[in-house]
């Protein structure tokens, strides 16, 4: 797949599941196309659309380490995105990289995660946080924050007190996330 053939599938209207499973598939075997991608979303991001961010974030769900050679990138942009269905798809990848830094302590992302990256995602984390946005990326965002309050420790008191200014007006699923993510803090003397 040519970044031209990326950019005409992915403006050809609306992707369905079946469509991005077929694009990620191709992408899985051209993993220098994530650049292509990166820069795919970046253009969506000013028109609105986000087959990009979602063809994204399945890829990277299905391979993780896709990632690393372009996370200066992936970092760089998000602070300029606006879109909510771009941001929901990007927020999610960033709980994947907490998970994989913090949790699986996986050697890659240990190696090449820096701190001014770790640092770029925490700031997005909690701009979603506290945005007017949809549940979800608040949800993804949470667990990153968790996760990086590990390696930056005025993030937990930070975490905490937003998660109780806002528990009351969350949905159900905000709640039930906000709730662990409050024990979990209570577990650990925060």
């Known amino acids: 797949m040519t970044k031209e053939e990326l950019h005409i599938a992915l403006h050809s209207g609306r992707l369905s599941k079946a469509d991005v499973d077929m694009l990620v598939d191709k992408l ?36 993780l380490d896709y990632i690393l050679p372009y996370f200066d990138d992936f970092t760089e942009m998000l602070e300029n995105l606006k879109s909510e269905a771009t941001i929901r798809a990007m927020a999610c990848v960033c709980e994947m990289v907490c998970v994989a830094y913090f949790k699986k302590k996986d050697p890659a992302f240990q190696k090449n995660v820096t701190d001014e990256h770790l640092e770029k995602i925490m ?42 200014d806002t528990y009351a007006t969350g949905t159900t699923g905000y709640q039930n996330r906000a709730k662990k993510t409050l024990d979990k803090l209570a577990q650990i003397g925060h």
Not at 28 to 51: C, D, H, R, S
Not at 136 to 154: E, I, N, R
């Open 123 to 164: 700031t997005a984390c909690f701009d979603w946080l506290i945005s007017d946005m949809n549940m979800a990326p608040k949800v993804f965002s949470m667990t990153s924050l968790y996760y990086l309050g590990q390696k930056f420790d005025w993030v937990y008191p930070e975490l905490r007190q937003v998660l109780e």
């Open 28 to 63: 899985i075997l051209q993993p220098t196309m994530v650049g292509a991608l990166l820069n795919e979303i970046q253009i969506e991001e000013k028109e609105g659309t986000y087959n990009a961010s979602w063809t994204f974030r399945h890829l990277i769900e299905k391979k």
